[in-house]
């Protein structure tokens, strides 16, 4: 059974920087892709970044780019989500995904394992 577990979310001001955690259990972390999508107040869940299984190829939102970095420590099993020069607009509840295989994606639909979420509120 894959468990993920996310952390570091807060409340912090617009320009501020935050950084998320996201510890795995349950298989072979290395050989599989891992996403971070958000959540806010009465919108649909959106992909924020993802990065490969093996090489760790990254990828992200047109929202976010040159702002978040995503990476992943494969001794520690966790990926991390630094996220700079937020905006009240980044605020949303933040989850940590994983789909089957070593393929990342954009789609929400295509990852089977989620976290229990983590809050990030930035105010103006």
């Known amino acids: 059974q894959v468990q993920l577990v996310e952390s570091g979310g807060g409340l912090v001001q617009a320009g501020g920087s935050l950084r998320l955690s996201c510890a795995a259990s349950?298989?072979?972390?290395?050989?599989?892709?891992m996403g971070w999508f958000r959540q806010a107040p009465g919108k649909e869940r959106e992909f924020v970044a993802a990065?490969?299984?093996?090489?760790?190829?990254?990828y992200y939102a047109d929202s976010v780019k040159g702002r978040f970095t995503i990476s992943r420590d494969y001794a520690k099993n966790t990926v991390s989500l630094q996220m700079n020069s937020l905006r009240p607009e980044d605020t949303a509840v933040y989850y940590c995904?994983?789909?089957?295989?070593?393929?990342?994606?954009?789609?929400?639909?295509?990852?089977?394992?989620w976290g229990q979420g983590t809050q990030v509120t930035v105010s103006s």
């Open positions: 995904a994983a789909p089957p295989g070593s393929s990342g994606s954009t789609r929400s639909k295509d990852y089977v394992y």
């Open positions: 990065i490969s299984g093996g090489a760790g190829s990254p």
């Open positions: 349950g298989r072979v972390f290395s050989s599989y892709a």
